[in-house]
């Protein structure tokens, strides 16, 4: 039970550490990178004190199981909430209408992430699949450029039909 | 004992995985992640059941390793689920799949994927959810949204996000 408790205590060194990377490097666009940083600090100090907490104890590995489990489930919460906070699309809508007081859907596409555009965040979403390898621009032609955006796209539609969720997206 | 553990949370996890897809395969409509944690606590709650009716083995003692290894998983879970339901990126890379030579202009993409369409379906939603009230073609923050909305605000300065969105 300790194992879980003192865990879930040290999850508020997750924003603590990455806030504090963030504003020691001070670079543009790596605070994602830090939030994988900040996790791995996390989880290695979770690890490390739950060990030395229980070495003596004969139900290590099982005190080591819940702590690693409670752990990697924190990690997960925070990149969802950091996640909603970097890239949530009704988040930015909210954000943008609130800064505008009131915003018809017109304005609201004009006016999307500070005057970006929408079609801004559109490209970004492109860009970031470009940035992984999963597609290539040809001649203003996109397509496809690895195995793994084909599994991506099989396993999706496949996924999607079974539980019939629709299109998505 | 760790085999027994890591047995009830895949156990857990299999049954889990069985009724979301019955339920989501005869249910119509909402199917958020309120209705996962619903459905995987209903999975764990079977299990406890099986293991101290059936086999008469205890739990309880177990409770503290059997439940976060499960919601570890679970939540492993709802993030590929979330993410095949809402990203836009693999439904990009879906329709691009789709197209007759696995490839698309962005205008083709723009087509079967409308940007505005996407905007208004969210703006719908927002307002449904009570974040947004809608006055002629208008929309306004509500209470809930503003004090989100300065939170959101806040926490930007202090991740330093400028591109968020």
Redesign the interface.
Known sequence: ?Y??LLTLVFSVFIPII??AL??IL?K??I?VKLMFISFLIYVLLDFIIIYFVYIDSS?I??HL??AL??S??MC??Y??F?SM???????????D??LH?????EQ??QE??NG?G?????D???Q??KDLG??NEEC?????SSKS??I??????I??R????G??? | MIQNIILFSFLSFSIFLALHLIIWRIKEGYRGIGLILLTSTVAYLLVCALYLSWLKLSVMSHLWTTAPLYFCLIMIYSHFYVGLLKSVSIRIIQEIRESPNNSMTIKEINKIYPVDEMVRTRLSLLEENGWLSKSGEDYSCLKKALRTVKINLYLHKIFRLDNSG
Do not use: C, D
């Open positions: 039970m194992a879980v990455h806030i963030i504003h001070r543009q666009n605070q139900n590995t099982i199981i819940s489990s409670s990697i489930f997960l919460f990149m969802e950091f906070i970097a890239r949530g699309f009704s988040m930015r809508i909210i954000t209408i609130y007081t009131r915003l018809n859907p609201l596409m999307y992430a970006k929408i079609e801004w965040m559109f970004k979403r492109i970031g699949i999963l597609i203003s032609q996109i397509k496809l955006s084909f991506i796209a099989y396993i999706s539609n996924y999607k079974i539980l019939k969720l299109k998505g997206g």
